[in-house]
């Protein structure tokens, strides 16, 4: 009697250890194929600056256009850009011609996904930008888009937001 | 020696199935993972009791908790070690510090779980 009774929790102990070293692996893999996913995504999921125009109708303002495209395959996470920030400068960084930033967004993000951004340069910041075009010999001013973009990706269990950074040199040419 | 050989395969296979349980609440797979944190701390748990059914003595369910927590800890290092490669080279402490927390916890439910194991099983 009492070798049966010791032979069934034996067999009990090894089917219940099998199962759960089944059951934990395969939900790992599962787990690092999830992970493996998402960190691909923030490897490759890049963005390119596209400069637009440039609109000066009125005095001491000017509203600077951009077009921002994502880049790479495609992300096999979901994921959208919740805020994009930058700060304009010039090219060698030597004239900061202010702080931008776009209020939250969702945007879900694919490659392609195109996002237009505007920049309105007034006071100072016009001020210095207009002394950069007067300075330069030919009137094309070079100047450098420094900013970053707030992405959150879809995980199973809950959101986890990362932030990318986004740079680009655009040409602001005479006469624009 | 075959007895050596049968707490060497419990241990091993005790000790993957709790590294994996417990990669799957550490922090950097957390939100990644399909169960929630008491599952997993529940499958640890479970780990002990199944080894618990199957040893005798005090000595082996202690042996078997070492044995598990340190098998555990290397499933556990490896799994978030493989994925995170460029993270570990240049930040080793985000993956050690998960580590050695996951390694205590991984003993101490064992430990819990073989006892109530034995306790089911008569002995």
Do not use: C
């Amino acid at each position: 009697m009492k070798f049966e009774q010791r032979s069934w929790w034996q067999v009990a102990g090894i089917g219940l250890l099998a199962a759960l070293l089944l059951l934990s692996l395969a939900l790992l893999i599962l787990t690092e194929r999830n992970y493996g996913m998402f960190r691909e995504a923030l490897r490759t999921i890049q963005f390119e600056i596209r400069f637009t125009g440039i609109d000066q109708s009125e005095s001491r303002k000017a509203h600077l256009r951009w077009q921002v495209t994502v880049t790479g395959p495609a992300p096999k996470v979901q994921s959208r850009l919740e805020l994009l920030d930058w700060h304009l400068r010039s090219a060698d960084q030597s004239v900061h011609l202010g702080f931008y930033t776009t209020s939250e967004i969702h945007v879900a993000l694919a490659s392609g996904t195109e996002i237009p951004l505007e920049a309105v340069v007034e006071g100072n910041n016009f001020d210095k930008l207009q002394r950069l075009r007067d300075e330069s010999p030919n009137g094309t001013v070079q100047l450098l888009f420094d900013g970053h973009a707030r992405v959150v990706f879809r995980a199973p269990r809950g959101e986890i937001s990362k932030i990318i950074p986004v740079v680009g040199v655009f040409t602001l040419a005479e006469g624009e | 020696m075959w007895k050596a050989v049968r707490l060497l395969a419990l241990g091993i296979g005790g000790g993957i199935a709790a590294g994996a349980s417990q990669a799957l609440q550490t922090k950097e797979f957390l939100l990644f993972s399909p169960v929630p944190n008491s599952v997993s701390y529940g499958m640890i748990f479970l780990v002990g009791v199944s080894v618990g059914f199957l040893v005798k003595r005090v000595q082996d369910g202690l042996l078997m908790g070492i044995l598990i927590a340190v098998l555990g800890t290397a499933t556990l290092f490896l799994s978030l070690y493989l994925p995170n490669i460029e993270i570990a080279a240049s930040a080793p402490e985000l993956i050690l510090g998960s580590v050695w927390l996951g390694g205590l916890t991984i003993f101490f439910l064992t430990l819990i779980g073989i006892f109530v194991g034995r306790i089911f099983s008569g002995e």
